[in-house]
Structure formats: C-alpha cells, structure tokens
C-alpha cells in the first residue's frame, strides 16, 4: 500500500525530475539527478541529496556586519576600502578593482580586513530584491578593508569552501530568505540575526569544490556568450546612432550643396537648412514641478504621466511614468501640462542631457525641461531624434561641478539645424522605418541575453540546492 508520506515523496521526486529536465549545460546535455533525496526539514528548499545536511549560517561561518565608513580621520590608519557598489557590480573581488582611499582605526582594520575566501554581500539597499548580493574575494587583498552597509562572512576551515558559499547566495531559492526578513520602508536592512540565521544547504568540502570549479566553467562560458551578443548591440546602436546623425545634418539627398555650419560638432550642412539657437524654432521652454506632496488630492486617483529622469532610457520613447497626477494638480499651477510632441530633456542629475520624447500629454518634475514645438515649422520627432544624437554634447553644455545643471536658457541657446518641414517629415519616416529594421535585431539579441542570464541563475540554483548531480562533470 501506498502511505502518504510515499505519495508526498514521489511528488517530490516528480518536481526534481521536472527541474533537472529543464537545465541543462552551456552545451545543452541534461545534467543527472542525484541517486536518492531526502527531506530537508526546510519548507522552500523542498528534498536535498542524502548525504547532504542543512546548517544555519551562524554554524559554517564567522559573520561580521562593517562599520567602517568613507570618511577620513587624521588619527585613523590609511586602507583601501571595498564599497557596496564594488560587491554589487563584482561577483569576484580582486586587485583589478579600483577601490577607494579612506581610513579606518586598527581594531577596524583587524576586524575587518579581507582574506581570500571571504564572502560579501549587501546588508541595506533602497530596494528589497538588492539585499544580499554576493561576491567573493577571490585572492590575498593586502590592506583593503570591508565597508559599511555589506556583511562579510568568513567561511569556518574545513566546514565550508568559500566560493560554494558565495555561489549559494547567488542563487535564488536562498536569497529569498533575506529578502522576506530584510527590514525596511523606504531603505530595507538586514540584521546580523537575520544573516546568521539563514539556513544552507551543505554538501561535504570536497563536493562543494566540485559544485564551484563546474558553475566557474559554465558561467564563464555563459558570460562570455552575453559579452558577444553585448557587443552585437552596441555595434547595432553605433550603426542607428551613425544613420540618425547623418539623415538629421546631412539629409537624404546625397547631392545637396552644402554649407558650414560654423559649429565644430555639426560640420557641414545641407546650403538650404538654418543653422538657429533651439529657441527660435521652439513654442516654448518650460522646467516641469513637483505638487506639494502634502495635499493628497493631486495625487488620488490620477491618470496624468508624471515623468522624473528614472523614465529616460536609450531610446525616444520614455519608459513606466514615476506617478498618474490628478488634472487638478495643473488646474490649481501645481503641476506643468505639456502636450503631446513635446521633446523632454533631463536638465539635473546624473543623468543630465538625456531626451525623450512625449507620445501623450504628459507632466514632468523639476528635474526636466520640455522644449513644445511650433508645429506648423518643427516637427517634434525631428528635433527629438536630432537632440538625441547631442546627448553627450547636451552634458558637456551643464558646468562641470558637484550637480550638472543644464538650465533653460542653455537649452533655448542650444545649436540646432532646421530643414524645410516637410523635409523634416520625410527624414523623420525614413529614420522610422530604418528604426524598425534595426529593432528586430536588437529585440531578438536582447532576448537571447534574458535567455542566457535565466538559465544562468537556474544553473547556479540547481547546483547549490542539490537539483542536479554535477560531481562528474569536473575533473
């Protein structure tokens, strides 16, 4: 007869089975299961292999939480400090990054210099999914210190292999567990507790060695699949950047008498364009605002895009709105309302330069600037995409200091050239339509990278929770 307790084991071993048939090597050979499982006595980790236990972090490694921040005093020791965003943007710590000068006390330094084999992860971000963010310190780091807002765990000798460790946090059935007790409203937070009560699956030493050398050579290969298709598009944009700038300052006809432009930057010119400052050409140039965020009802059941420079991306078309206002906010001079064909330019942060371009009427914070055009002699696709181009000559415009600030009357001055509006027109169907053929490219390979990275994550998963036997995959 068949108990329950059978039933639930054979479901597991179906859910296994399902996992295993769907990752596979960089090369596509399905990977083995292990020969037989067990319970592990943890809800979202479902079965492990036999021989495999489970421990809280606390048991496999020493846990530290750093208090060392930027600031340099004059009674304090001179290091080298790893920030946040070098384990954020790192998965391996090495000497190759450039890590920042500052300075620490000497029990600073004793507690919390990094040693080969260390693992850091993130302790507090702005977001929730970006908490515990592994990388692994990958060699000897003479004098380098763990900053503050990361955790670093030192794995205990002889329980744990460093790099298995920082492989486990990288995958995604663990991270959960941070994520769910990561504390936070507006800025989320781990405690030590929190860190040192996670629970990990652990295979013995000489098997986590495996694990790590075969994800070291599945995702190598991977990544270096992702930096070929990366730079198929970086080359597809340079060939769209390079069509743009010549259709909106050369034009489509190739015989057409040309002029200087008296600007470096802009070279030659078709003879009949003009060559005017932006404002000339323009309606009106207007900063956007912020409604008082103490009065409610400009934000209650909005349905106006309020744009903030998070929206701007590599492309015209903006992206998900930061807010819907209420068309009370512009009834009341709250808020700006700027109209459909209204080219956007971002004019403080980092971010400084960017443009899009407004499909639908629309509002926007003090941080952009939008340029309405005169319809009946600027088509607003045109400058769009001619400003476009301009974006590093639109940053360089904002003075170098602390904040570039790019302010209305250096957008109104800005440079630009003004064909006939109905030449304006057809540039701006042609640029659309060779728009469109080099976006398929560009969305096929951008898909293959999603593709890629998905079954990298899978791949690191599987491996470190068990799902896939991978022993005999490594010499």
Sequence with gaps: ????ADEAGMTRQADLGQVAEEVKDVRGRQLPQYPAYKPSGVQWLDSIPEHWSVRRLKFIGDVRTSNVDKKSAEDEETVRLCNYIDVYHNE??????AFMTATATPEEIRRFHLHAGDVLITKDSEEWNDIAVPAFVDE???GVVCGYHLAQIRPMPGRMFGEYLFRAFASRAL???????????TRFGLSRDAITSAWFPIPPKEEQAAITRFLRRETTEIDALI???????ELLKEKRTALISHAVTKGLDPKAPMKPSGIDWLGEVPKHWEVLPLRRY????????TPPTGQTEYYEQGTLPWYGPGSFSDDLALGEPTKLINMCAVQNGAARLFRANSVLVVTIGATVGKVGLLNDDASTNQQITAVMVERRRLDGRFLAYQLKIREPVLRGTAPSNTLPILDQQAIAAFPAVFPPISEQQRIVAYLDDQDVRLRTPLVKITQAIELLQEHRSALISAA????????KEVT
């Design 1 to 4: 007869m068949t108990t329950a």
């Design 92 to 97: 391996y710590i090495t000497a190759d990054i």
């Design 140 to 142: 000897p780091l003479d």
């Design 175 to 185: 991270r959960e567990q941070f994520h769910v007790r990561a504390n936070g409203i």
């Design 227 to 233: 930096a070929k298709k990366r730079r198929l598009i």
């Design 282 to 289: 323009s309606k009106s140039i207007q900063t956007g605002c």
């Design 464 to 471: 470190v929770t068990g799902k896939i036997d991978v022993r």
